[in-house]
């Protein structure tokens, strides 16, 4: 056996540990806006980025992606759903020689929420609000292993009440060879990320447990390719990607995420794919997901429709190349 097929069969392992060991664990639905994810892109192919997180996106996702970025990479996204919520994110990254870096803002935000009296009279309208802003890196080691992490500052406000959090991941992309990739993310390391209450009855600290994502990833070229400046451009690529998390380890359920993305001459793409609670396929379990994307010069336009029991979610990002 080489060394090579050895190293990457000890991640595999590895991986496959860490995610029996945290089956286990409880599960505290706080902060709602880590869970909406980041960027048409991926949200299009269920999710399932960990092992592909290759854009300035990455800092949600996976941070050690954010060592694989050129340059500069601005991304903004927005979504609705039927008119009760909205959904913003917005990020920086960049490379420089010690690394690469990126900051981020996530908002989930329901607005004209009714304020009534005990006798359902209307005092007037309020907002909720569900905020983190991340501070990432990535830094490659060697030529096949990159690792990263992320500081969380969370917060949300909710008519009087208002609450703070902090919390951290880290990441690892391992990349044998250039097709495959192989990634893992701890997320809430510190022994779980504490929110804390304030202007309420009680004042309550809510902690949202620590849990991880492992995902594997693998792009195969077809047809012949042509050059656009120094680059080699394949005629088409094929990429399918598999995650596996424990959102709902507190159930005895990993929740699992398939995606597909095909790009025509790096010009157009269709994606696809789902998320499903436990390989359950009701209503309430199974998430659909499809998307295209466009990529002109120093600009990719992605959509993603994400289908859910409520109606789902229509996502529109914007990447812009520097």
């Given amino acids: 056996m080489s060394l090579k097929r050895f190293h990457f069969n000890l991640l595999v392992m ?27 892109r991926p949200l299009a192919m269920g999710g399932a980025f960990v092992g592909a997180a290759n854009d300035a996106t990455a800092a949600f996702w996976n941070p050690s992606g954010l060592a694989m970025i050129d340059d500069i990479e ?29 900051f981020s803002y996530l908002q989930l935000g329901v607005d004209g929420i009714n304020v009534t009296t005990t006798s359902s009279d209307i005092l007037g309208t309020t907002q909720y609000a569900d905020k983190a802003e991340l501070i990432s890196g990535g830094w490659k080691i060697g ?16 008519y009087t009440a208002s609450a703070f959090g902090i919390g951290s991941d880290f990441g690892i992309l391992y990349k044998p060879f250039k ?8 997320r809430d390391i510190t022994g779980g990320s ?31 390719s042509s050059s656009q ?26 929740n699992y995420h398939f995606g597909v993305e095909y790009w025509y001459r790096q010009f157009v793409a269709l994606r696809g794919g789902f998320e499903t609670k436990g390989f359950q396929f009701d209503n309430d379990s199974f998430t659909p997901s499809a998307g295209v994307g466009i990529w002109a010069y120093l600009f990719e336009v992605d959509y993603a429709y994400v289908s859910n029991s409520i109606g789902g979610m229509n996502y529109i990002s914007l990447i812009t190349r520097l």
């Fill in 14 to 40: 590895f991986f496959l540990l860490l995610v029996v060991k945290v089956r286990a664990q409880s599960v505290n639905y706080v902060a709602e806006v880590l869970t909406m994810g980041a960027g048409a």
């Fill in 74 to 102: 601005i991304t903004t996204m927005h979504a609705t759903q039927s008119d009760l919520q909205s959904y913003d994110f917005a990020n920086i990254a960049f490379k420089t020689d010690f690394g690469s870096y990126a």
């Fill in 143 to 158: 030529n096949q292993i990159a690792i990263g992490a992320s500081i969380k500052l969370l917060q949300t406000n909710a």
């Fill in 179 to 186: 097709e495959l990739g192989i990634g893992l993310v701890a």
């Fill in 194 to 224: 504490y929110v804390s209450w304030s202007n309420t009855p009680t004042d309550p600290t809510q902690v949202l447990q620590p849990s991880i994502t492992a995902g594997v990833s693998y792009t195969k070229e077809f047809g012949k």
């Fill in 229 to 254: 400046g120094t680059a080699s451009v394949p005629g088409s690529t094929l990429t399918v990607d598999f995650d596996v998390d424990t959102l709902y380890a507190g159930e005895a359920l990993n």
